[in-house]
């Protein structure tokens, strides 16, 4: 059938590309030279369809669709809002691919995000989607790479860090459970009780940093290398532009700063012994932001025994300010670690489920608020603290590539201010959606 439709197309492009010339010039040239030309044609006619490339460049066109249904408690107020997935947004993506030769490649992704339902980390309690949140279509990636098999791989464009992605190896853990919690509820306004009453404070749960990544990880414009698995292990660097406007870092002239570059390194490993596989990663980078430079540093690590489908997954990561010096602020440094335990079965023969609980620990010293003194408000530090207790269950649907999912979390935190320490009101969300691929 596609051997067919081929030749009938090719047929149809000779045809065009033959009507393209004029008679007394087909008539004066009968030699091989004819068939040339209409060769060249067709592969220019060819060329101008992007369904599956050209004759050079394939191209494949995938993505998914994720969609949400999002309730919370926030100890003053509940309600309900519908939201695209910020674990695992809705997007659609373009590879291509060409074969240099036997050891040589080359090829570019590009992936776009939608988020026009209202991203579950840009919509709150109280206003609905955050004006000015992510856009209808925002750029994730726009990158090409060339490959070796003996020598890696080298990107240029925006995408990813060598450290981005990096906390989430985990073999077995499905969307939404990701210790990034905060993608689900991040700019959700925290309560506290004060002078009587139970009252929403003005800052989010991701100004406190809580459920939040850190700075270690990012996508931007930059060059990354890979290098080839050899053993199990995989090397991989980047170098970014801290002037790229996708970092949010302006240097202002005459400020004394010098242009810099943020950079990180990243191992990772993976293997399989006696049934049980084996993942995990460390890296370490620099970085600027909002005037300030970073260094930061992140591990994580993750079993599976393929047998019973029993996983865990562990990460820890922290970060610090550059020559901060304890007199200078009551901390120097956020940090976050988290532990995750769960059960793959294929209990149905519709798909496998997967049942998962995880616990996660934020204690952040790098956060300058305004916060409510007894003599008015002022930027004062502050140092939130925070726990996350979450678990929830995800069902595949293998005949519609399809998964079903819902997941609970429980928010807890303080903040210890010079005003005195307080206790935030619990905050309480349900996620409950479905992601189709294509």
């Known amino acids: 059938m596609t051997v067919g439709f081929k030749k009938t197309v090719s047929a149809v492009?000779?045809?065009?590309?033959?009507?393209?010339m004029s008679t007394s010039a087909f008539a004066a040239d009968l030699g091989g030279s004819c068939c040339a030309d209409l060769e060249e044609r067709v592969a220019e006619l060819e060329a101008t369809t992007a369904r599956k490339g050209n004759r050079k460049v394939s191209l494949t066109i995938s993505g998914h669709v994720n969609e949400a249904v999002l309730f919370w408690d926030d100890g003053i107020q509940s309600g309900m809002r519908v939201v695209t997935n910020g674990f695992s947004m809705t997007r659609f993506r373009m590879r291509g691919s060409a074969q240099i030769n036997s050891d040589w490649s080359a090829g570019f992704y590009m992936e776009f995000g939608l988020g026009r339902t209202g991203m579950s980390y840009d919509v709150d309690q109280i206003s609905g989607a955050r004006p000015g949140g992510y856009s209808p279509l925002g750029i994730r990636h726009q990158a090409l790479y060339i490959k070796s098999k003996r020598l890696g791989t080298l990107w240029v464009g925006h995408t990813t860090d060598a450290a981005d992605g990096l906390i989430d190896i985990c073999l077995g853990c499905p969307i939404t459970s990701s210790s990034e919690s905060s993608l689900g509820w991040g700019d959700f306004v925290t309560a506290a009780t004060g002078f009587g009453a139970t009252v929403h404070t003005?800052?989010?749960?991701s100004q406190l940093?809580?459920?939040?990544?850190?700075?270690y990880a990012t996508r931007?414009?930059?060059?990354?290398?890979?290098?080839?698995?050899i053993a199990g292990f995989s090397l991989s660097a980047s170098i970014a532009d801290a002037d790229d406007g996708a970092a949010e870092l302006y240097f202002t002239p005459g400020s004394g700063r010098e242009h810099g570059y943020d950079w990180d390194v990243a191992l990772r490993y993976a293997n399989e012994f006696n049934g049980v596989r084996v993942a995990w990663g460390a890296a370490y980078n620099q970085i600027s932001r909002n005037g300030d430079d970073y260094s930061s540093w992140a591990v994580a690590g993750s079993l599976r025994h393929v047998p019973t489908g029993l996983y865990i997954h562990a990460n820890y990561r922290e970060q610090e300010v550059v020559g901060c010096e304890s007199g200078e602020a009551p901390r120097c440094d956020d940090s976050a670690w988290a532990i995750q335990a769960g059960l793959v079965r294929k209990l149905s023969p519709i798909g496998a489920t997967t049942f998962w609980f995880q616990y996660a620990r934020h204690e952040n010293g790098l956060r300058n608020l305004n916060v409510a003194t007894g003599e008015g408000t002022e930027a004062t530090p502050a140092l939130p603290e925070g726990q996350i207790i979450s678990?929830?269950?995800?069902?595949?649907?293998?005949?519609?590539?399809?998964?079903?999912?819902a997941t609970y979390w429980n928010v807890q935190g303080e903040v210890d201010t010079p005003a005195g320490s307080f206790d935030l009101e619990d905050l309480n969300v349900v996620m409950a959606g479905a992601r189709i691929r294509f």
């Open 13 to 20: 492009a000779i045809a065009a590309a033959a009507g393209l």
């Open 202 to 205: 003005g800052v989010t749960w």
């Open 209 to 215: 940093g809580i459920g939040q990544e850190g700075y």
């Open 220 to 229: 931007t414009g930059l060059i990354k290398y890979i290098s080839p698995s």
């Open 391 to 405: 678990f929830g269950v995800n069902q595949k649907i293998d005949a519609a590539a399809m998964e079903l999912y």
